[in-house]
């Protein structure tokens, strides 16, 4: 498997404070890769810096088959070239209907000046119905986005990340808040987008976590504690300790 994203001796410090330490680990193109790891092990930290919200003191993060560095780039360029973040906060706009909702990123994907001259052709309209299918938000397209349950307002934002056509998918904390249903719900659109671009999941909830059936890196203290399936990680002393002494 070719890499698509390649970290080596990542380091960042806030005030003195390693956050990252030395991360070196890679993500392959189409796949689907969890994170896990304690509170302030460096997850979040890590999405800021491939996405270029933060800088690091030291190391290298490679993108796709030419090799950039993503260190230095702003994040417009970094969104531009290929890499989509999900936060944990729906941005939809609320009193715009689901299917306004993706519209308005399918048109953001044009240059701006012409989404001023903009009028929706049937492609586009057959590319949002796309879209909502994948996130199973097929029957919802004309409900005002404001009264989604929250899970469907967090699948309306992943498909409107999908309108941008994303190599590389960063989702933080997908299952807080949502019921069993839309976990699984939401593991299913996960699966289903990694067949064809990489999706990185960062997860607290182990169960979440086993569905995706993917391989599993523990970050501990903002390096890799250890990298495999989840019943590898979580077998591993040095993990099992890291949980337990928290
Ligand atoms: N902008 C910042 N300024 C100062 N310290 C920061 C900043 N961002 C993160 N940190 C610190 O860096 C460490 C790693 O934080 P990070 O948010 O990446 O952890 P995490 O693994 O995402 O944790 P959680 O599971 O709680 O979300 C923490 O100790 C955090 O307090
Ligand atoms: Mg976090």
């Known amino acids: 498997m070719s890499q698509l994203l390649e970290v080596s001796g990542v380091s ?51 993108w796709g088959e030419m090799s950039r560095n993503l260190i230095g780039m702003n994040e417009a360029k970094i969104a531009r070239i290929g890499v989509g973040r999900k936060f944990q906060r729906p941005t939809v706009f609320e009193d715009q209907s689901v299917f306004d909702n993706l519209m308005m990123a399918v048109k953001n994907t044009r240059a701006p000046w012409s989404v001023l001259f903009f009028k929706p052709k049937f492609k586009d309209i057959a590319k949002v119905e796309e879209l909502a299918s994948e996130i199973g938000l097929s029957d919802q397209l004309k409900r005002k986005s404001g009264e989604l349950s929250h899970g469907q307002k967090q699948w309306l934002e992943i498909g409107m990340l999908l309108a941008q056509d994303p190599r590389l998918l960063l989702v933080d ?48 203290e903002g390096s890799v504690l250890a990298e495999g399936s989840l019943d590898h990680v979580t077998a591993n002393p040095q993990v099992i300790e890291v949980y337990l002494g928290r």
């Open 12 to 62: 960042v410090s806030f005030d003195g404070f390693k956050a990252i330490n030395n991360l070196s680990f890679s993500i392959g193109e189409a796949e689907m890769r969890a994170i896990i790891g304690p509170n302030g092990a460096g997850k979040t930290t890590f999405m800021d810096i491939v996405t270029g919200k933060t800088k690091p003191n030291a190391g290298t993060v490679l």
């Open 173 to 220: 904390e997908p299952a807080a808040g949502m019921t069993l249903a839309e976990r699984e719900h939401t593991t299913d659109i996960l699966k289903r987008t990694a067949k064809t671009r990489a999706v990185v999941v960062v997860e607290h909830d182990m169960e979440f976590v086993r569905r995706l059936e993917c391989k599993v890196t523990v970050l501990h």
